[in-house]
């Protein structure tokens, strides 16, 4: 069965600073790997997503890389700002199924 | 992306009662609805899945009996949340997917309060 695993929980930075959120994940027979941001009682916003056959995809600030043989993938996240603040959600899709979410890292981003 | 409704965003109600959670995808035909619950500081679990007239497929733990799944049309599913007992309150957010995309799209969640 598939396991999604974020690493670390939470993470706390000064603004400006640049940082990477890990994810991990069990089976490497993916079809796509998504990146989410999830502020506090609200929905998801997707955020970037990378097809297997892909390595990375950028949008921004942002920057996603996927290995999809060794089962991970991270989120580089450029000169960060207080907006920034947010949960982060990796999800993994595997053929005919639906997403399945890590836990989630918790970004603080103080000004 | 495509755009995924839900309502209401908030229900409180009280225990015994059932709560009907609506989920309309509003520019694309979802083929595929998904229904998730999320608990504080966890992240979401599947509860179920289901195909445009056809019965929901629900994962292992979840009471089929007690969450009904209807999807009766390829842009409406809902979720009946029956005797509603306060640990089933929680942030449950539907997904949708079909038409021209192989991309879920997620509603803004309902936040269910059981007292």
């Known amino acids: 069965k598939q396991e999604v695993t974020q690493i670390p929980a939470a993470l706390s930075v000064p603004e400006g600073e640049n940082l990477v959120l890990n994810c991990s994940f069990t089976?490497?027979?993916?079809?796509?790997l998504q990146w989410f941001r999830q502020d506090p009682g609200k929905g998801l916003t997707s955020l970037l997503l990378i097809q297997s056959s892909q390595r990375e995809q950028t949008s921004g600030r942002l920057n996603a890389s996927l290995d999809k043989s060794s089962g991970r993938s991270t989120l580089y996240i450029a000169a960060s700002q207080p907006g920034d603040s947010a949960t982060y959600l990796c999800?993994?899709?595997?053929?005919?199924?639906?997403?399945?979410f890590g836990k989630g890292t918790t970004l603080s981003v103080s000004s | 992306g495509a755009v995924v409704s839900q309502h209401p965003s908030r229900v409180i109600c009280k225990s015994g009662t059932s709560v009907k959670i609506e989920c309309r995808s509003l520019?694309?035909?979802?083929?595929?609805m998904f229904w998730y619950r999320q608990f504080p500081k966890q992240s979401l679990m599947l509860m179920a899945t289901s195909n445009e007239g056809s019965k929901a497929t629900y994962e292992q733990g979840v009471e089929k009996d007690k969450f009904l799944i209807n999807h009766a049309s390829l842009t409406l599913s809902t979720l009946t949340v029956t005797s509603a007992h306060p640990e089933d309150s929680s942030f449950y957010i539907c997904?949708?997917?079909?038409?021209?995309?192989?991309?879920?799209?997620f509603g803004p969640g309902t936040r269910l309060t059981v007292l």
């Open positions: 999800a993994v899709k595997e053929a005919g199924t639906a997403l399945i």
């Open positions: 520019d694309f035909q979802a083929t595929t």
């Open positions: 997904s949708g997917r079909g038409g021209s995309y192989n991309e879920q799209f």
């Open positions: 089976d490497s027979a993916i079809y796509n």
